[in-house]
């Protein structure tokens, strides 16, 4: 069997024991997401020789002859959000249920119940960059806002660690066989090349009680990631476009007990050449460059295109329903549910994310780390992990300050 170059450390990846994790719930002190933006080096070289390929194929009257400088001008995108510059740091809903209201009246208790246990069924997540990346090709252009020259953007991937085990990984790259529509449309598309997932180690229950997913009361777990990808440029007619969506991709699994090996994984690796057992839908315009102009040093004035800012956004979103087994027995799982209550204050739980992203040199791809974890655990061990400055707190006079005693900047 011959694997990708690329896929070859993910493939070691797949085949390595993970080590059992607390599920969602329970007592792990943070969960670690990353966020993988992959660049290459060689991708340019590969669209070209596809757009000599197209010119041989078509001759020079074809469609493969589109000039690369045109702008999107006709191009109908949808306006998105932009996310906070610098760190993020803000309460998160992770899905804590009013358990507290089972305790009611006898005839309202299933119903309470039902609703409850749906509500557990459901958790999403969002991540993404920090800070803006600024370059989606390696150079300017002096050809137009489109050229593809130089373009090292080549695929995005996500990991989920609890602890120092890795529960949760996906990696996706620019789809080589059809390289022909960056060239034609100035439109890349995704496919999957790696996945693992673990329902034991979802985060499903959606709950703060110590519950264990377990397909004897849960079954249809479903795990669906969306990748959205943004960018902002100036354009030779002087318009302004300001975080411009320009695609989006989804990726739906379905999983059932059928699917998992003996330690309750999905693992997954795309075969070279073959085409992925998962398809991830969708689509994205490359990243248009932004106009500008200069004076070269005998005055004349000439015009260049920038090297591509972008965003990317992931969203994780995990699902499942309830099995007929398991509502037969709701009032075993009613009273196990309060016997927890008095003792342990897990509705009371508030949790934090925390946000920060660095360039790999040696991997030559953007990771984005996001650590969610309960507000007394998301303290400076943490934010010192991803290299942040130390969490703000407020003082009874009500002036920020750091919590190593130093000023908040502004």
Same mark, same amino acid.
């Not at 799982?333 to 994310?353: A, G, Q």
């Given at each position: 069997?011959?694997?990708?170059?690329?896929?070859?450390?993910?493939?070691?990846?797949?085949?390595?024991?993970?080590?059992?994790?607390?599920?969602?719930?329970?007592?792990?002190?943070?969960?670690?997401?990353?966020?993988?933006?992959?660049?290459?080096?060689?991708?340019?070289?590969?669209?070209?020789?596809?757009?000599?390929?197209?010119?041989?194929?078509?001759?020079?009257?074809?469609?493969?002859?589109?000039?690369?400088?045109?702008?999107?001008?006709?191009?109908?995108?949808?306006?998105?959000? *932009? $996310? +906070?510059? @610098?760190?993020?740091?803000?309460?998160? !809903?992770?899905?804590?249920?009013?358990? %507290?209201?089972? #305790?009611?009246?006898?005839?309202?208790?299933?119903?309470?119940?039902?609703?409850?246990?749906?509500?557990?069924?459901?958790? *999403? $997540? +969002?991540? @993404?960059?920090?800070?803006?990346?600024? !370059?989606?090709?390696?150079?300017?252009? %002096?050809?137009? #806002?489109?050229?593809?020259?130089?373009?090292?953007?080549?695929?995005?991937?996500?990991?989920?660690?609890?602890?120092?085990?890795?529960?949760?990984?996906?990696?996706?790259?620019?789809?080589?066989?059809?390289?022909?529509?960056i060239i034609n449309h100035s439109?890349?598309?995704?496919?999957?090349?790696?996945?693992?997932?673990?329902?034991?180690?979802?985060?499903?229950?959606?709950?703060?009680?110590?519950?264990?997913?377990?397909?004897?009361?849960?079954?249809?777990?479903?795990?669906?990631?969306?990748?959205?990808?943004?960018?902002?440029?100036?354009?030779?007619?002087?318009?302004?476009?300001?975080?411009?969506?320009?695609?989006?991709f989804t990726l739906d699994v379905?999983?059932?007990?059928?699917?998992?090996?003996?330690?309750?994984?999905?693992?997954?690796?795309?075969?070279?050449?073959?085409?992925?057992?998962?398809?991830?839908?969708?689509?994205?315009?490359?990243?248009?460059?932004?106009?500008?102009?200069?004076?070269?040093?005998?005055?004349?004035?000439?015009?260049?295109?920038?090297?591509?800012?972008?965003?990317?956004?992931?969203?994780?979103?995990?699902?499942?329903?309830?099995?007929?087994?398991?509502?037969?027995?709701?009032?075993?799982?009613?009273?196990?549910?309060?016997?927890?209550?008095?003792?342990?204050?897990?509705?009371?739980?508030?949790?934090?994310?925390?946000?920060?992203?660095?360039?790999?040199?040696?991997?030559?791809?953007?990771?984005?780390?996001?650590?969610?974890?309960?507000?007394?655990?998301?303290?400076?061990?943490?934010?010192?992990?991803?290299?942040?400055?130390?969490?703000?707190?407020q003082t009874a006079a009500g002036?920020?300050?750091?919590?190593?005693?130093?000023?908040?900047?502004?």
């Amino acid at each position: 069997m011959k694997v990708h170059p690329i896929l070859f450390i993910m493939l070691i990846l797949a085949s390595v024991r993970v080590s059992a994790q607390s599920p969602a719930g329970t007592t792990s002190e943070s969960t670690e997401y990353q966020t993988f933006i992959y660049t290459s080096n060689t991708l340019s070289d590969e669209i070209r020789r596809e757009n000599d390929r197209l010119l041989s194929l078509y001759g020079m009257e074809g469609e493969a002859t589109r000039g690369f400088g045109s702008d999107l001008l006709s191009a109908t995108l949808n306006a998105g959000k *932009s $996310m +906070a510059s @610098g760190y993020i740091t803000s309460v998160v !809903d992770l899905g804590v249920n009013a358990i %507290a209201s089972l #305790a009611t009246r006898n005839s309202r208790l299933k119903k309470e119940w039902e609703e409850t246990v749906e509500k557990e069924n459901s958790w *999403s $997540m +969002a991540l @993404g960059t920090v800070d803006e990346i600024k !370059d989606f090709y390696s150079g300017t252009s %002096a050809e137009g #806002a489109l050229d593809p020259a130089g373009m090292k953007f080549d695929g995005i991937g996500c990991l989920k660690k609890e602890g120092e085990d890795t529960v949760f990984f996906i990696s996706c790259h620019i789809d080589r066989s059809r390289l022909y529509r960056i060239i034609n449309h100035s439109k890349f598309e995704l496919v999957l090349d790696t996945l693992i997932i673990s329902p034991e180690h979802s985060n499903l229950p959606n709950s703060r009680l110590p519950i264990d997913f377990s397909f004897v009361q849960r079954k249809d777990f479903r795990l669906k990631v969306e990748m959205e990808l943004f960018s902002s440029w100036y354009t030779e007619l002087i318009e302004l476009h300001t975080d411009e969506l320009l695609g989006k991709f989804t990726l739906d699994v379905p999983v059932q007990p059928s699917d998992l090996d003996e330690e309750g994984y999905l693992r997954y690796v795309r075969r070279q050449g073959e085409p992925s057992r998962y398809r991830i839908s969708g689509e994205s315009f490359i990243v248009p460059r932004s106009y500008t102009g200069y004076r070269d040093r005998s005055g004349t004035y000439r015009r260049i295109w920038g090297t591509g800012q972008y965003r990317l956004s992931i969203s994780l979103n995990e699902s499942c329903s309830i099995t007929d087994d398991f509502r037969k027995e709701w009032k075993k799982d009613y009273r196990y549910r309060k016997s927890l209550l008095p003792e342990e204050k897990f509705t009371d739980t508030v949790w934090k994310t925390v946000s920060g992203q660095k360039w790999d040199e040696i991997g030559q791809k953007w990771i984005i780390t996001t650590l969610s974890a309960p507000a007394g655990v998301a303290t400076d061990r943490l934010l010192d992990k991803i290299g942040l400055p130390p969490a703000v707190e407020q003082t009874a006079a009500g002036t920020a300050t750091a919590a190593s005693g130093y000023p908040n900047r502004k």
